[in-house]
């Protein structure tokens, strides 16, 4: 085993940044390659074996650039800056945080955050109809969120459409009070979220007023034709085949559709099919349609939030495979 020691300049105002409070990040590197960082007079030596050097140097040198670009770096950057070396991706960090899409209204950049996400992000603008599957936190209502308020600001669509079915997530919540939009609003209170957040509230109000961005439940998209709107339509799983036809057919020219949703999370009655389980099987092979499905390893939420998505896919993929087990051995 051959020793390196190699050297990246660190300034001293990026080294807080790149290095983690108490310097977590650094000793995650440390963990993770088996080398030793010593940083003196704003120079790093990096020792350790040659290849593992090398690794570590590669994702330094990634998160220096982020940092110097402006951006608050994360544990989530550093743990998918570790990934992508230790994969030897082509891409890096770097490289798809140069994709930006709009600024919230505090002033913080909205760009992808991982490779998935990027694909998805390229999707949105290169086809008419996206399907974002993928599990909680991995951006596929905001990021098309911000896609959306991107393409209004810029006239490429006259209006948005956001709607979602409006049901209970395994509760049964009985008769809600005040008028109907009161009954609909904790429904949709999602998309509200990333909209204020983006867009701002009284723009928000303003464009609402003006019919120019709509919030609403699915039911009412029967009977419409939507012409230049960019149209998101999100929690899908919660549709049903019948709901996911009416709305596909509901698109007119100049229109951009996103369709969002998480198939392991359904809150449909037991044995009913999902709507966007048969749409994406229907529409697959169809021109003009992308399906971009993000994993766990896009979550961009709490590192936790990945830790229990990827927890909860190993405990399915085993119960699934019990249950066929025990399917065979009563055949036989």
Same mark, same amino acid.
């Given at each position: 085993?051959?020793?390196?020691?190699?050297?990246?300049?660190?300034?001293?105002?990026?080294?807080?940044?790149?290095?983690?409070?108490?310097?977590?990040?650094?000793?995650?590197?440390?963990?993770?390659?088996?080398v030793?960082?010593?940083?003196?007079?704003?120079?790093?030596?990096?020792?350790?074996?040659?290849?593992?050097?090398?690794?570590?140097?590669?994702?330094?040198?990634?998160?220096?650039?982020?940092?110097?670009?402006?951006?608050?770096?994360?544990?989530?950057?550093?743990?998918?800056?570790?990934?992508?070396?230790?994969?030897?991706?082509?891409?890096?960090?770097?490289?798809?945080?140069?994709?930006?899409?709009?600024?919230?209204?505090?002033g913080?950049?909205?760009?992808?955050?991982?490779?998935?996400?990027?694909?998805?992000?390229?999707?949105?603008?290169?086809?008419?109809?996206?399907f974002g599957?993928?599990?909680?936190? &991995?951006? /596929?209502?905001?990021? =098309?969120? *911000?896609?959306a308020?991107?393409?209004?600001?810029? @006239?490429? !669509?006259?209006?948005?459409?956001?709607t979602r079915?409006?049901?209970?997530?395994?509760?049964?919540?009985?008769?809600?009070?005040?008028?109907?939009?009161?009954?609909?609003?904790?429904?949709?209170?999602?998309?509200?979220?990333?909209?204020?957040?983006?867009?701002?509230?009284?723009?928000?109000?303003?464009?609402?007023?003006?019919?120019?961005?709509?919030?609403?439940?699915l039911?009412?998209?029967?009977?419409?034709?939507?012409?230049?709107?960019?149209?998101i339509?999100?929690?899908?799983?919660?549709?049903t085949?019948?709901?996911?036809?009416?709305?596909?057919?509901?698109?007119?020219?100049?229109?951009?559709?996103?369709?969002?949703?998480d198939? &392991?999370? /359904?809150?449909?009655? =037991?044995? *009913?099919?999902s709507?966007?389980?048969?749409?994406? @099987?229907? !529409?697959?092979?169809?021109?003009?349609?992308?399906?971009?499905?993000?994993?766990?390893?896009?979550?961009?939420?709490?590192?936790?939030?990945?830790?229990?998505?990827?927890?909860?896919?190993?405990?399915?993929?085993?119960?699934?495979?019990?249950?066929?087990?025990?399917?065979?051995?009563?055949?036989?």
């Open positions: 085993m051959s020793l390196s020691e190699l050297m990246i300049d660190i300034p001293a105002e990026h080294e807080a940044n790149v290095f983690g409070q108490f310097d977590t990040y650094a000793k995650k590197l440390e963990r993770t390659f088996h030793t960082l010593i940083a003196r007079d704003g120079n790093t030596k990096i020792v350790g074996e040659s290849a593992a050097a090398q690794k570590a140097l590669r994702v330094l040198t990634q998160l220096l650039e982020l940092s110097r670009r402006g951006n608050m770096i994360t544990e989530q950057n550093v743990d998918y800056a570790i990934s992508l070396v230790y994969e030897d991706h082509e891409e890096g960090i770097v490289e798809i945080d140069k994709e930006m899409i709009c600024h919230t209204l505090q913080k950049p909205v760009k992808p955050k991982t490779l998935g996400q990027k694909k998805y992000v390229d999707a949105i603008k290169n086809e008419m109809i996206t599957l993928g599990p909680a936190g &991995t951006g /596929k209502t905001y990021l =098309a969120m *911000a896609m308020i991107t393409s209004f600001k810029q @006239n490429e !669509v006259n209006r948005i459409i956001l079915p409006a049901i209970e997530a395994g509760e049964k919540l009985g008769f809600l009070p005040g008028d109907l939009q009161s009954k609909i609003d904790p429904y949709l209170r999602p998309l509200y979220d990333a909209l204020y957040e983006i867009m701002g509230a009284d723009s928000f109000i303003k464009n609402s007023e003006k019919g120019l961005i709509e919030v609403a439940p039911a009412y998209m029967r009977g419409r034709t939507l012409d230049n709107a960019f149209i339509l999100d929690e899908a799983q919660n549709t085949p019948a709901q996911m036809k009416m709305f596909l057919t509901r698109i007119g020219f100049g229109s951009k559709v996103v369709i969002t949703g198939s &392991t999370q /359904k809150d449909l009655p =037991a044995g *009913a099919v709507g966007l389980d048969v749409a994406v @099987n229907v !529409v697959k092979d169809l021109e003009g349609i992308s399906i971009c499905t993000l994993t766990s390893r896009d979550v961009v939420r709490h590192p936790l939030v990945q830790k229990i998505v990827k927890a909860y896919d190993d405990y399915e993929k085993k119960s699934a495979g019990r249950t066929r087990e025990n399917s065979r051995r009563k055949r036989s």
